[in-house]
């Protein structure tokens, strides 16, 4: 039982952290590895190529720390949680640690602290952040959006699809 409070608590704080909302017409992230592919993510008028891993991690991390506020955030297609998420503010250092503030307003449940702490890293080539790698509280989220100052991620949480949009500061 405690297992599965710890993995509730785990997907919880990453539906948090996934401040979202559904596009349409969104394209994928494609990185660029080297060949003349371009990386479209459908946000702005103007693509980031990215190089490689470490790129990726450069983009949102910045030089050593980016802090990214929630703008959006939906479950299954549904706000119901936008008034709760819209405070929340996720900080990626370049060290590969993390840190989610889920803001004065929490949702309840799961929900119920307001700071989380754990590591982060990239896997480039499959277009996703893994937070707490190796660990119970173990979740990837595809980047489905990208830009210098917007992310947009997609994960899932008991079966329903989970959309997250943030901006960087």
Do not use: H
């Not at 997907?11 to 371009?38: K, R, Y």
């Not at 103007?46 to 891993?53: H, K, Q, T």
């Not at 119920?112 to 119970?136: H, L, M, P, V, Y």
Request: hydrophobic fraction near 30%; charge should be negative.
């Amino acid at each position: 039982m405690k297992k599965l409070n710890q993995n509730i608590t785990a997907i919880l704080l990453i539906v948090g952290m996934l401040a979202c909302t559904v596009v349409e017409n969104e394209e994928e992230v494609t990185p660029n590895t080297g060949s003349d592919t371009e990386n479209k993510s459908g946000i702005g008028n103007s693509p980031v190529l990215l190089a490689d891993s470490l790129d990726l991690v450069s983009k949102i991390a910045g030089d050593n720390i980016k802090v990214w506020t929630s703008n959006r955030f939906t479950l299954s297609g549904s706000t119901l949680f936008t008034s709760c998420r819209l405070d929340d503010i996720m900080t990626f250092n370049r060290d590969g640690s993390y840190r989610y503030d889920g803001g004065s307003q929490l949702c309840g449940a799961e929900d119920n602290r307001r700071i989380r702490t754990g590591r982060w890293t990239s896997d480039f080539d499959n277009k996703r952040i893994i937070f707490d790698k190796g660990s119970s509280r173990e979740y990837t989220a595809d980047i489905i959006g990208f830009s210098d100052t917007e992310l947009r991620l997609r994960g899932s949480y008991m079966s329903m699809e989970v959309r997250g949009e943030y901006q960087a500061q």
